[in-house]
């Protein structure tokens, strides 16, 4: 991992330096993508399990699993994963319980009520990933929020392993949240399937969940067809941000980096540090903890295009970080509160030496379905109100109407727009 002055570096090289490693968005990729779709919206399951045999298990006959089969599955978890899964899902229920939405009735004017109200999405459709890891953690943090909304239809989906099987974790994790459906397919063609429909999986209202570069192309192609489902966001490979000082230990700081880094080779992530002690200190540590590390050969990979960087003060550490972004912030200071009016551009903030980034990805409780690529800019961590939409309402007497019309009249006549000016007009000479 190469290290770095920011003060010392052109424009340019800064801009470089915060550049993601470069997604496949190739025109090959888009068409591959749009191909896939369409042979799913024309063929339905049979272009489903065509291609899921192709990329996932080749003997792939049956989609849909039965609610006996996937308690038969959940029931092979072991007792001490099952325990650990039930802490998160406590600690992600009780942070997630507490952002329910609140309808509002207010009186505008008088006699002229408006209100918001909340309804829960009727069918959410919830990817887990299960490509280059099985990540039964991404399916708590769809189905938690999914199951306190009370969507009706909670249809999950996840690539099979090459014996066809999703792993009995994802299975005790769709029991726990009272997942309604859950179907053994992945990528491109999992997202057509849950737009689109076939003759065994009914359309939903909302995509959620991270997924690869197939499976993100989807969600945004999907979400421009006439009538397709919305989808929650981009959320693609992993990154971490560390701003830390001399107060932070190096190896905790290099074990946060190398957390990250192993997720794939597209991960990138940078440490920010007034300290060229720290810097170095962390640089050894990195080379440490890699001997041993199992993807260390992934992690390698994401780290030649991750970088270390000493910024001149603290104050400038922050900027460096709100100009990245990052989808995990993490802040290994002494007195980290201090500096978090500065730092709000990011997924989520892990803030002091003790709240490691992997606490939040499993059972912290806030959410680990993060905007990446920069997107914390103008995008939302996921939580509890994306699985509602809502809606106004608005009630007005004939006094209500009578005190606003002069100014709904004027408005309309200002716009051009007769029949608007109207439609208030008729409902006033008409009083009597
Ligand atoms: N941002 C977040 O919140 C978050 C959370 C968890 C995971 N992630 C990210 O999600 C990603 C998961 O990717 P993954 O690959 O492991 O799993 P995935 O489930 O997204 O993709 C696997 C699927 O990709 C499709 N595919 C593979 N090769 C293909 C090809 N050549 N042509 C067409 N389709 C093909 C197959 O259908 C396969 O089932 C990782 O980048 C990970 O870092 C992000
Ligand atoms: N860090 C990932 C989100 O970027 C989420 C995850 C799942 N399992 C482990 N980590
Ligand atoms: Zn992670």
């Known amino acids: 991992m190469r290290a770095f002055q920011w003060s010392q570096l052109t424009d340019q090289q800064q801009a470089k330096l915060l550049a993601r490693p470069a997604q496949s968005q190739s025109a090959e990729l888009q068409q591959q993508v749009a191909a896939i779709i369409e042979a799913v919206a024309s063929e339905g399951d ?98 938690v929020p999914a199951q306190i909304a009370n969507n009706p239809r909670r249809v999950l989906v996840s690539p099979p392993d090459s014996n066809g099987e999703l792993s009995p974790a994802l299975m005790y994790v769709a029991q726990k949240c009272g997942i309604t459906e859950v179907y053994r397919c992945g990528g491109a063609q999992a997202i057509a399937a849950l737009a689109v429909g076939t003759q065994t999986i009914a359309p939903v209202a909302k995509i959620f969940g991270p997924g690869n570069s197939y499976v993100t192309a989807a969600k945004q192609q999907v979400a421009q067809r006439s009538g397709g489902p919305a989808i929650d966001m981009p959320a693609g490979p992993s990154e971490l941000l560390v701003i830390a000082d001399d107060t932070a230990n190096p190896a905790f700081v290099a074990a946060d980096l190398l957390s990250q880094a192993e997720h794939g080779a597209d991960s990138q992530v940078i440490l920010v540090s007034p300290s060229a002690a720290l810097i170095s200190a962390t640089q050894s540590a990195l080379e440490q903890q890699l001997e041993v590390l199992p993807r260390a050969a992934t992690a390698r990979k994401a780290l030649e295009q991750s970088s270390l960087i000493q910024a001149d003060s603290l104050e400038q550490a922050c900027e460096i970080s709100q100009r990245y972004a990052p989808e995990h912030l993490s802040v290994q200071l002494d007195d980290a509160e201090q500096y978090l009016p500065q730092l709000t551009l990011a997924g989520s903030i892990f803030v002091g030496h003790y709240t490691p980034e992997s606490g939040g990805d ?71």
């Open 362 to 432: 499993y059972a912290t409780g806030t959410n680990h379905v993060l905007p990446t690529y920069g997107f914390a800019r103008n995008y939302s961590s996921l939580g509890l109100l994306d699985f509602y939409r809502r809606y106004t309402t608005q009630t007005v007497s004939k006094q209500g109407l009578a005190q606003l019309s002069k100014a709904i009249i004027t408005l309309a006549e200002t716009e051009g727009l007769r029949a608007h000016a109207r439609a208030v007009s008729i409902r006033l000479e008409n009083q009597s």
């Open 46 to 143: 049979a272009a489903v399990l065509r291609y899921t045999r192709q990329f996932d298990c080749e003997n792939l006959s049956e989609l849909r699993y039965s609610e006996a089969q996937i308690a038969e599955r959940a029931a092979q978890l072991s007792a001490d994963v099952k325990q650990a899964i039930d802490t998160a899902y406590e600690t992600i229920r009780t942070f997630h319980l507490q952002q329910q939405p609140q309808d509002i009735s207010v009186e505008t004017a008088p006699g002229v009520v408006c209100t918001q109200r909340f309804e829960a999405l009727t069918a959410v459709g919830l990817y887990i990933p299960g490509g280059t890891a099985v990540l039964p953690s991404t399916a708590l943090m769809l189905g």
